[in-house]
Structures are given as structure tokens and as C-alpha cells.
């Protein structure tokens, strides 16, 4: 989904959502990094205009599909974002396309995840009774208190929810080379589910820079009042047409 005329600018910018999350999360950076950059937000089945498409439970179908469409996009410097489970998507999605031979990213930008290979810390929600799962999305504070106190927005929400958290919850890494590209990686000061310690993990993955850069805010930081700070930081970093790393650790 492009929210913006930007379809020229020399740099293309995928974003990806978190769990439960949807294109419009993106709708206002398109204007905002415009006209350095094409915002096109993916949009994944089981949620908004997709809403009645069988949303994705495991990553690997995720990318294969989600490369076949992205592939005829790649025709300029480009990057991902992605936050959580988007930068899990946005990792993975650097690597299934190294595999095809096709024009690799100038950065990806890992939102509020810790680096791919360390385990979870938390259990498991996919499959969990209802009550569970609604508690563990009111702590993180991501999903409105209207939607969560109400029976007919969550019969709509938790099936895509599930597949979402079974996509993140089933993923095993796989040992591979690392990435070509730099990883500007994002946190929240107060995030509980990627520590400081977790985040500085991405430089394993990468044979480029890794920057790490900490927000006020806990997981949703990026929604928490730290929006402004998140955009011109990603305003920084985005590749320039030759592909380079242009930010720097502030």
C-alpha cells in the first residue's frame, strides 16, 4: 500500500507490521519521508482490506509469497523496516532474497525485536485460551482498550492475532552467513521483550554496521510519543541512492 505519490523518489522503503498490525499503522510516514523516500506498507492477509484471507501461521510461506510479490519492486535502492514480528519478516525477507539473486536491500531497519537467534523469554500465546491471550495483549499496551472490552471486535481480531504470534512463536533460526547489509536496529528504553543487551545482538547478523538506537517508551515506543524522534532517525538512516549507510549513532 503506498500512501503517498513518492513512486519516484530514489529510494523505496517497505514497512512491515507487528503483530496484530495493519498497513494504516504507515500511513502518516509516507508524508513525512517524502519525497526521499516510497513508502509502501505491506499489507498481510487476515487483516484490513485482506481481512477475509487466511493470515499466514508460518514465517517461511510468509517471505516465499511476500518475495514474489516484492520482486518486480526492486528496481532502485531500497530498505525494510519492520517492527517486532516485522523485523523478524524484514530479516528473513533480506535473506530469502540473497537466495534468489536478486538486488539485496541498503539497510534493514529491526524495530523492538532482539536479534533473531536468541530464544524468546516469553511463553508461548498462539494457542492459548482466549483469557490469556487478551491479558497478555493489554500488557503489551499495544491493541486499544476498547477493542480488548469488546466481544465482537475480538471475535474479528484473535484469529489473526494467533497466526500472527504463531509466526513469531514457531520460528527457529537457522544458521546462515550474515547479512550484506547494515541493520539500524530501534528500541524502547523500557522495552521488556528486547533488552539493550538483546538489541546490540544484531551485529552478529550483519558483516556491515549495526547502530543501535534507544527511544523513550516501552515496546510501542514508535506509537508512545516517540514518533517524531523515530522518523528522523529513519529519515537518517535510509540508504542514499548509491546504497550507503547515511545515519550514524546519536
Request: glycine share 10%.
Amino acid at each position: 500500500m503506498r500512501w503517498a505519490d513518492s513512486a519516484d523518489a530514489p529510494v523505496r522503503l517497505f514497512c512491515l507490521p507487528h503483530t496484530g498490525g495493519g498497513a494504516a499503522l504507515y500511513r502518516d510516514w509516507a508524508g513525512h519521508l517524502a519525497p526521499g523516500a516510497d513508502v509502501l506498507a505491506v499489507r498481510l492477509p487476515g487483516r484490513e482490506k485482506r481481512f477475509t484471507e487466511t493470515p499466514y501461521r508460518r514465517l517461511d510461506d510468509l517471505t516465499g509469497a511476500l518475495a514474489d510479490a516484492v520482486e518486480p519492486l526492486l528496481d532502485r535502492p531500497y530498505a525494510w523496516f519492520g517492527h517486532s514480528m516485522g523485523a523478524l519478516i524484514g530479516y528473513e525477507m533480506c535473506r530469502t532474497l540473497r537466495a534468489r539473486g536478486v538486488r539485496p536491500p541498503g539497510l534493514l531497519i529491526a524495530s523492538g525485536r532482539r536479534a533473531p537467534h536468541l530464544p524468546s523469554r516469553q511463553p508461548a500465546v498462539h494457542a492459548a485460551p482466549r483469557r490469556e491471550l487478551v491479558d497478555h495483549l493489554r500488557e503489551l499496551n499495544g491493541t486499544p482498550a476498547e477493542v480488548l472490552d469488546s466481544a465482537a471486535a475480538l471475535s474479528a481480531l484473535l484469529p489473526m492475532v494467533r497466526a500472527d504470534f504463531a509466526v513469531s512463536e514457531t520460528y527457529r533460526w537457522r544458521p546462515g552467513p550474515p547479512l550484506d547489509c547494515p541493520v539500524a536496529v530501534y528500541g524502547g528504553r523500557n522495552d521488556p521483550l528486547a533488552t539493550p543487551g538483546e538489541l546490540a545482538g544484531w551485529q552478529r547478523h550483519t558483516a556491515a554496521d549495526a547502530e543501535v538506537r534507544l527511544f523513550d517508551g516501552g515496546h510501542f515506543f514508535l506509537h508512545e510519543g516517540a514518533r517524531d524522534q523515530v522518523l528522523s532517525a529513519l529519515a537518517a538512516h535510509l540508504p542514499a541512492p548509491s546504497g550507503a549507510l547515511t545515519g550514524r549513532q546519536q
